[in-house]
C-alpha cells in the first residue's frame, strides 16, 4: 500500500498533513507534484517539493482532472489561456516544470509498473446481514437503529428526528 498526498498549496496545512503522512506511512509515502495550470505553478512545485525533501517524502509526478475526456483538452487549453491571460503556445511552454523532476516521474513510472490491477479481480461479495433471531432484515434493521440512539442522541432524540405517531 502506498499513499500520495495531493496538495493543492504548500502552506502550514500541508505541512501538517505531510509529517503525518511520514509519520503514518513512511517510506510508501509520497507526495504529488501536479500542475494546476494557474500562475506561478513552476513556483508552488519549488515549494512542494522542498517540503517533501524536509520530510523525507520522495515525489511523484500525477496529472489534474481538467476534462472528461480527451475530445476536450483543447477547450480546457483555451479555458487556462484566457485565464491566465496567455497564448496557447507560452501555455504549452508552461508545462515544462514538470520535466525537471526527474526523479519524481522515474517514481510514478515505477509505480505504475508495480500496480497491476483489472477490473475482472473485482467481484460482487454481499455482506452477511446480521439478523436479530425472529425478525425480518427490516425489524432487525430497526432494531439496530435503536440500538444505537443513546449514543447518537444523550439528551434525548430532537423533535423533528422522532418517527411519526404511525411508526
Known sequence: MIGILVPDLPDDAFGIQLRKMAELL???????????RRQNDQLRLHEISNLAARFKVKTVVTNDVLFHEPGRRQ?????????????????????????????ALARTVEIVARA???????TDQYPEEAIVPGKDAQ????????????????????????????Q
Open 26 to 36: 513512511g517510506d510508501h509515502a509520497y507526495v504529488s507534484l501536479c500542475l494546476r
Open 116 to 122: 497491476k490491477f483489472s477490473l475482472e479481480e473485482l
Open 75 to 103: 477547450l480546457q487549453d483555451i479555458v487556462t489561456c484566457i485565464r491566465t491571460r496567455t497564448t496557447r503556445s507560452a501555455s504549452s511552454a508552461s508545462a515544462m516544470p514538470i520535466a525537471s523532476y526527474r526523479e
Open 139 to 166: 425489524a432487525s434493521l430497526e432494531h439496530y437503529v435503536w440500538q444505537c440512539i443513546p449514543d447518537r442522541y444523550p439528551e434525548g432524540m430532537p423533535p423533528d428526528v422522532l418517527p411519526a405517531p404511525d
